[in-house]
């Protein structure tokens, strides 16, 4: 489906924020996330997956700007259309717990975001935590925050910002790079907490065909793209990610 772009900005280093009109045809869950086509012509090739940060009058999509098909998303202009399949994937589950913490590590904020307004919207109470290199990189506007370089906040990694506030009754919905989100399962089971992780594998289609994002769990192979990307942390092999 093609959509207007209503603004597209910086909003820290190298991470943008895109505005995308919401048509109102579809609904759609935190944890959920469209496969982007950045341009008309075949070139890049493959769609990107991007998480989705906002929905509701709009489609927001925080992205950092790693490789071309984000640098040239990058320059796209508002009154600009792109071409957008989704909302795909499962999604976080939403289960009330005494004690739930978002925590995410860089550009693994994007999902948290929506989910903190789905939590909001049923009067949950939670608390978020958030890692980033240097203050340069954050991008967010709540939570507690970490900078590996003591530029902002936390001196030190988002595992240790927040591992001491997990514990058995904590529910911990994360996304970030794997060896954050296996640092965290570690503890997890250490404290047997409960935890939804958002995985970013690289994927083609993002509908389950090419086999492109499939990975080793406990139970079997899954795709990371139709049967995830959310995951129990248990299910996870993490040695294998
Ligand atoms: C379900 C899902 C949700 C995502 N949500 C977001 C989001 O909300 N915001 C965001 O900024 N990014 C998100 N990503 C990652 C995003 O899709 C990639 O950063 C993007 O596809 C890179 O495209 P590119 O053409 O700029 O980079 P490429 O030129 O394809 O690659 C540039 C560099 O980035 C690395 N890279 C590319 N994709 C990934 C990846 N998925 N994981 C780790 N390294 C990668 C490559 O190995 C290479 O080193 C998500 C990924 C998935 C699977």
């Not at 990058?74 to 913490?101: C, T």
């Not at 640092?183 to 250490?190: A, N, P, W």
Request: net charge neutral.
């Amino acid at each position: 489906m093609k959509l207007q772009i209503l603004q597209n900005e910086q909003i820290a280093g190298s991470v943008m924020s895109i505005k995308i009109d919401n048509p109102g045809l579809f609904t759609a869950r935190a944890g959920q996330f469209f496969m982007v086509k950045i341009n008309d012509f075949n070139y890049p090739f493959l769609r990107r997956p991007f998480s989705i940060t906002y929905f509701k009058d709009y489609i927001e999509i925080v992205y950092k700007i790693v490789g071309e098909g984000t640098s040239m998303l990058a320059k796209k202009q508002k009154g600009e259309f792109i071409d957008m399949i989704g909302p795909l994937g499962n999604g976080f589950e939403i289960v009330n717990s005494k004690k739930i913490l978002l925590v995410g590590g860089g550009i693994g904020f994007a999902p948290l975001r929506f989910l903190k307004e789905e939590l909001k919207g049923r009067s949950f109470d939670f608390d978020s935590f958030f890692g980033f290199n240097t203050k340069d990189e954050v991008c967010v506007d709540f939570g507690n925050i970490a900078t590996m370089d003591g530029s902002y906040g936390y001196k030190g990694s988002v595992i240790d910002l927040v591992k001491d506030v997990i514990d058995e009754e904590t529910l911990i919905y994360a996304c970030g790079p794997s060896v954050v989100l296996s640092k965290l399962s570690d503890i997890c089971l250490e404290k047997n907490a409960k935890m939804q992780v958002s995985l970013e594998s690289r994927m083609a289609c993002g509908i389950g065909v090419c086999l492109g994002c499939v990975i080793e769990t406990k139970n079997g192979m899954k795709k990371v793209c139709d049967e995830g990307p959310v995951f129990d942390y248990k299910e996870i092999l993490w040695e294998k990610m």
